[in-house]
């Protein structure tokens, strides 16, 4: 019986006989040079709960956060177990998907899938990538990089007959690439078949594909907004950009493998249009016959958002990228020596398909209590001894109640039973 071949050593992609010709014929191939021969072993992950630091302390989300007051800086403290933020450390196989990240995430700080959730690039690398926010650059990345417009939702209805974490752990535990399609995935021919019906799949969403909205300030009627139509390759990011860019058409396609997006520590980005240009050279499958469509890394971090209610955020970057040849021998991307703890757990990781926890910071936190601020509320509330706040409508014992209901741990689980 043939030995299964680790994710970790199988090859990406093969190469074509057109691009073995050109080789052969001294083609400078540097484009397809930037295909990766495999996936790395793992990625050790920092992972924040945006708006919970509590340190003042600047990180590149910097602008998408509001600092808490000192009522929330005290709960989040006092009640909230945080040193500096609500975040974990987690070291993930190294070819795991956004939608299997999605799954780590919820068990990571306590959500129980109940919601609706994107991933976003930081805005300042989507307009680099789009050329400065051109709509004609965007829909070439559909499919590669964005979900198509219409795409449905992943909504994974399929919890019966097990454990809640024993359903968990099937979602983020690989092989990954069959989480989403069972069959095939997103294969070089369903891309093809969707791009070219792409115009008029977009025209029958919201007739971008001939014209974009653009609001303007109406100077003829005191100011008022106006819509205005211009042709679509004029048109970017800021056009109609309140009810269409926002989500739909600007959340990452999850089939995305997590390498594929952020940078290593120590990789330097691409410009945009050298990005761009590469991206749909290498996707193309006349030059390099991928097993799937894939991105190349552009992201220095990546935005993760959950219930557009509570509106929880969370921001990933990437710490080590971990190799792990034939013979078992682990390196890094830093260069560094891992000590015996950290590369125990990376080659767990790599030989289960597991993701571990290795660090936490901060409590659990939960579903429907109105987000970062709702949660520092409610652990003001369940000190009323201390604070001296109550709940309007709830006694103690209900509102507690009422949290275990929701999923919430007063006490912090051990690292080993997050995932």
């Known amino acids: 019986m043939p ?9 990406r992609h093969i ?31 920092h992972v924040e709960l945006l708006d919970t630091n509590i340190t003042g302390q600047e990180a590149p989300w910097q602008e998408f956060v509001w600092a808490p007051d000192q009522k929330d800086i005290d709960a989040l403290r006092n009640f909230g177990k ?5 975040s974990r450390e987690v070291i993930v196989p190294g070819d795991i998907t956004l939608h299997a990240l999605h799954f780590v995430l919820q068990g990571l700080f306590g959500w129980r899938h109940s919601h609706l959730h994107n991933f976003q690039l930081p805005p300042e690398v989507l307009y680099d990538l789009t050329l400065e926010g051109s709509l004609s650059a965007q829909t070439q990345l559909y499919g590669l990089l964005f979900s198509w417009p219409d795409q449905e939702r992943y909504y994974d209805d399929d919890y019966a007959g097990q454990s809640e974490r024993a359903w968990y752990r099937s979602k983020y535990r690989g092989p990954y690439r069959s989480a989403i399609s069972p069959k095939t995935g997103l294969t070089w021919n369903r891309y093809r078949e969707q791009r070219s019906s792409l115009a008029d799949r977009l025209f029958s969403v919201d007739q971008v594909g001939i014209t974009a909205s653009r609001i303007i300030k109406d100077n003829s009627r005191k100011g008022e907004w106006k819509s205005l139509s211009i042709p679509y390759v004029a048109a970017d990011l800021d056009d109609d950009f309140y009810w269409r860019v926002t989500d739909e058409h600007l959340r990452l396609l999850e089939e995305n493998v997590l390498c594929d997006l952020l940078l290593k520590p120590g990789q330097k980005a691409l410009s945009g249009s050298e990005w761009l240009a590469r991206m749909l050279v290498l996707n193309n499958p006349l030059l390099s016959e991928c097993y799937e469509p894939f991105t190349l890394p552009c992201a220095p971090w990546l935005l993760y958002q959950y219930d557009y209610g509570d509106n929880w955020r969370v921001a990933i970057t990437c710490t080590e990228s971990y190799r792990l040849d034939k ?14 703890t950290e590369q125990e757990a990376v080659l767990q990781v790599a030989h289960q398909h597991l993701p571990r926890c290795t660090a936490a910071d901060g409590s659990m936190v939960m579903d429907d209590v109105f987000g970062v601020g709702g949660f520092c509320r409610f652990l003001r509330c369940i000190h009323p001894e201390i604070t001296g706040e109550k709940h309007p409508d709830l006694s103690l014992t209900e509102l507690r109640d009422w949290a275990y209901l929701q999923g919430w741990k007063e006490k912090m689980p051990a690292l080993d039973k997050l995932l």
């Not at 030995?3 to 199988?10: F, N, R, S, V």
């Not at 996936?39 to 992950?45: F, I, K, Q, V």
């Not at 945080?82 to 609500?86: D, L, P, R, Y």
């Open 327 to 340: 013979e078992n021998v682990l390196s890094t991307a830093t260069g560094r020596e891992l000590d015996a």
């Open 3 to 11: 030995t299964k071949i680790p994710y970790y050593l199988k090859p």
């Open 82 to 86: 945080v040193k500096s933020a609500i």
């Open 15 to 45: 190469w074509t006989e057109e691009l073995k010709k050109m080789a052969a014929d001294g083609v400078d191939l540097g484009l397809a040079a930037l295909l990766p021969d495999c996936y790395p072993a793992a990625l050790a992950l």
